[in-house]
């Protein structure tokens, strides 16, 4: 059975930072793509970050280039990102992505709140 479960979110004052966390089971990590997603109230989910199985290149939405960081740990088969200079267009339901030749798979979300 796969799982993917996220946590780390909670509510933060503006240019305040967060650590997502995403731990995996039930798939070779090592081999998935992962990525961050995220889902604003009334919007639409959207691409913020991923992070590839071979070399570790990595990717990032114009919006969070420069504040957010993604990483893996293919021993704990955990991802992580850490959320930097987080602005009040931050706040939204953060999921974790794996992405593998067999299938796509999601997290049941973490809520990140920015707000004074």
């Known amino acids: 059975q796969v799982q993917l479960v996220e946590s780390g979110g909670g509510l933060v004052q503006p240019g305040g930072s967060l650590r997502l966390s995403c731990a995996a089971s039930?798939?070779?990590?090592?081999?998935?793509?992962m990525s961050w997603f995220r889902q604003a109230p009334r919007k639409e989910r959207e691409l913020v970050a991923s992070i590839f199985s071979a070399g570790g290149r990595t990717n990032y939405a114009d919006s969070v280039k420069g504040r957010f960081t993604i990483s893996r740990d293919n021993a704990k088969n955990t991802l992580y990102r850490q959320m930097n200079s987080l602005q009040p267009e931050d706040t939204a339901v953060y999921y974790c992505?794996?992405?593998?030749?067999?299938?796509?798979?999601w997290g049941q979300g973490t809520q990140v709140a920015v707000s004074s």
């Open positions: 039930g798939i070779t990590f090592s081999a998935a793509a």
């Open positions: 992505n794996a992405y593998l030749n067999y299938g796509s798979y």
